[in-house]
């Protein structure tokens, strides 16, 4: 079974420039979910989505941050402007859905190295 | 979803077995417990979850203490590859499905 694919791998960009990230997840996975992960610490979820709604997107900075997964398969992960925190990896998993704990096992990709410059 | 403690890195030598511990004396009776780990690079892994049982998978031993308060995950015959940072998680299922990474346990296996 493939794995959830992400791409790119590694990113360097300038501040207020602006990037984008793909995500693939598991086929037949209803839950896809992108997290941020800042160097040394723990992953910390920025949005999720359940088909293609979103379920929570309480820690998404809105004002450079934007998410969409319109055909409820793949997602992208934009931000514009940059800034230099937020160089980070960023993470995409995904989770069969909800209802039981084996559904809602979360599976990561290898995710996207960010460096901004 | 209630916290977790967990030591902040262990070492542990190659073909013995690893135990990691972790505490989470606020859990509450429908949350379940999570182990993720992550290799350098490379995205978290799903290793093995439980609610009130032991559990036993091809990767791991969790061990659930009878109050549920503390477990312990077990790696049999650590190898060089187990080298990570382990995450112990709790959660409820049915809340948004949404993960609370702490700062894990960074395990060294050394030859």
């Known amino acids: 079974e493939a794995g959830v694919a992400q791409s790119p791998r590694y990113k360097i960009i300038e501040k207020r420039q602006s990037v984008a990230f793909w995500c693939n997840p598991i086929?037949?996975?209803?839950?896809l979910y992108w997290y941020q992960q800042i160097l040394g610490q723990g992953p910390k979820l920025l949005i999720q989505?359940?088909?293609?709604?979103?379920?929570?997107d309480s820690q998404l900075p809105k004002d450079r941050f934007s998410a969409e997964r319109l055909k409820g398969v793949d997602s992208t992960l934009k931000i514009q402007p940059a800034k230099l925190e937020d160089s980070a990896v960023y993470l995409c998993?995904?989770?069969?859905?909800?209802?039981?704990?084996?559904?809602?096992?979360?599976?990561f990709g290898p995710g996207t190295r960010l460096l901004v410059l | 979803d209630a916290k977790t403690t967990q030591p902040t890195s262990m070492d542990c030598a190659e073909g013995r077995a690893a135990n990691l511990p972790c505490n989470h004396s606020?859990?509450?009776?429908?949350?379940?417990v999570y182990w993720y780990r992550q290799i350098h690079s490379q995205g978290p892994q799903y290793i093995i979850h439980g609610l009130k049982n032991n559990e036993t998978n091809e990767m791991a031993s969790l061990i659930i203490t009878e109050d549920r308060k503390s477990s312990t995950l077990i790696l049999p015959h650590a190898t060089l590859r187990d080298t990570a940072v382990y995450y112990c998680i709790v959660r409820v299922n049915n809340a948004g499905n949404m993960l609370t990474f702490g700062g894990g346990t960074r395990l060294m296996v050394k030859p």
């Open positions: 998993a995904s989770s069969l859905g909800i209802g039981t704990s084996v559904r809602e096992t979360q599976y």
């Open positions: 606020t859990i509450s009776g429908n949350e379940y």
């Open positions: 989505f359940q088909n293609n709604g979103v379920v929570d």
């Open positions: 086929s037949g996975h209803a839950t």
